[in-house]
Structures are given as C-alpha cells and as structure tokens.
C-alpha cells in the first residue's frame, strides 16, 4: 500500500523516475480498487458513478507515474502516446513499462534504485 500511497504524495509530479515495483504496485492495487468498487456498485444496482469519481481522481497520478517510469527506461514521456495506435500501441508500452530501468544517471535523474537503498 506505500507504493501506492507514494504514487498519490506525487500527485502532478513528471519529473524524475519510477522503479518497476512503484509502477507496477500501483497498478495493482488502483486494480483492485476499482473492481472492488465496481462490484460494491453492482451489487447495489447503482449507475457507476463511485467507480467514475475514482478513475477522474486516480487520472493524474497514474498518468504522472507512466511518465516517471518511461523516464525511468530512457525514454521520453512523450512515448505515451503511443496508445494511440490501435493494439501495437498497447504492446509497445507494456514492453516499456516491463524493460528493466536504465542503471546510473540518464538524462532525467538518478537510478531510483540507488536512491531508495
């Protein structure tokens, strides 16, 4: 849950760089959460509007964290947008996010790794 929470404490923060594990338990539990409200919502017959609040929320940080972890493998954030190429899109950036960080000091700071020890 700290991953997440540390994710949340840098709510509109691009700069920098994101471990694997950052990204990726954020993924997670943001999953977990949402299904969870999905199913408390569907249990209780209402329209979604819980779930919809949740992701607008969770929008910002989430995009701020793919950011930082892009930065983390060398690459611009701006490779973000590479989901707008249907399917290939999604491949590509899975693969991004999936790489290994790029050890030592790249162009948008130090190996979070190292910093973290």
Do not use: C
């Amino acid at each position: 849950m700290e991953w997440y929470l540390t994710v949340l404490r840098k709510y509109a923060v691009f700069s920098g760089r994101a471990r694997r594990k950052e990204y990726w338990m954020y993924v997670l539990i943001n999953f977990v959460i949402s299904f969870a409200l999905a199913f408390v919502e569907g249990l209780a017959g209402g329209p979604g509007i819980i779930g919809l609040i949740y992701a607008l929320a969770v929008f910002i940080p989430g995009l701020a964290v793919s950011v930082r972890r892009l930065h983390d493998t060398g690459r611009s954030g701006w490779w973000f947008l590479i989901l707008l190429i249907p399917i290939i899109g999604v491949i590509a950036l899975l693969i991004f996010m999936i790489q290994e960080g790029k050890g030592d000091e790249n162009d948008y700071g130090s190996d979070p790794k190292l910093v973290a020890a």
